[in-house]
């Protein structure tokens, strides 16, 4: 393509060339090609000619509230069937005071390791019931139970319904 001289970039010092980033307007000593009859393309003197401004970043796809309700709506099914997979693969019952309802049970980290698992595979239980699941539902160092169990446990070392105390 033939340059067109009226139209060569000028470089002056006046002017300094940004950084080189993708996306970003690039200022060179070569002259611009003239793209005859493209409006808007041919640079004029003392001009830096055609200009490429780069995009401004996506949003993220949770950004938006209404498409995290969605989402959560859409995945709330698969979150419960995996969870009933769960506690039906370790006992389908509290490991301590024999709870049933899949509502009140929840998995427990026998080893204490779940921060390290979270940390692993993702702070959400979804991401750790998926885990567990490609590996086959490892029996050793997870069990399920209840709520209060679990949090009794992780709180005060032990289960209030091994305590002699509430022994009946």
Known sequence: MAECEPHKLEVAGSIPAPATNAGIAQRSAE??????????????PGSIGR????????????SNPLTQMRVRRAAK????????????????????????IPHFLSLEHTRGDGAEHRKRVGDNAQAQLVDLKRRGWPKDGYTVLCLNCNIAKGAH????????????
Do not use: F
């Not at 099914?77 to 509290?94: N, V």
């Open 31 to 44: 002259p611009m090609p003239c793209k005859r009859g493209d409006v808007g393309s041919n640079p004029t």
């Open 51 to 62: 200009v490429r401004v780069a995009r401004p970043a996506r949003p993220k796809r949770m």
């Open 77 to 100: 099914p698969y979150r419960w069937s995996l969870k009933l997979e769960m506690i039906r693969a370790y006992g389908g019952e509290c490991a301590c005071c024999k709870e049933s």
């Open 157 to 168: 070392g032990q289960c209030p319904h091994t305590l002699p105390e509430y022994q009946k």
